[in-house]
């Protein structure tokens, strides 16, 4: 976590992660009812790592470009 704050400009993560973040939170909410911390946090983990892949492909299929990110 510390690393991907210090790899990333605050634009970067305020418009890039936090959305994908929130979603992810909230589907974890909603969704995953494990009764095990470990499992749920997994869940929420694995969550937030497929929406981002998926939002960056997106972006680099709608902008056509593949984008580094920023250090």
């Not at 210090?6 to 494990?34: D, N, T």
């Not at 499992?39 to 299929?61: H, K, N």
């Amino acid at each position: 976590m510390y690393s991907l704050m210090r790899s990333m400009s605050l634009r970067s993560l305020l418009f890039e992660q936090v959305p994908v973040l929130l979603i992810s939170l909230i589907i974890a909410e909603i969704f995953y009812k494990f009764h095990s911390f470990t499992l749920e946090t997994g869940a929420f983990l694995v969550t937030w790592f497929v929406l981002d892949w998926v939002v960056q492909a997106i972006r680099r299929r709608l902008l056509g470009v593949a984008r580094t990110p920023s250090t």
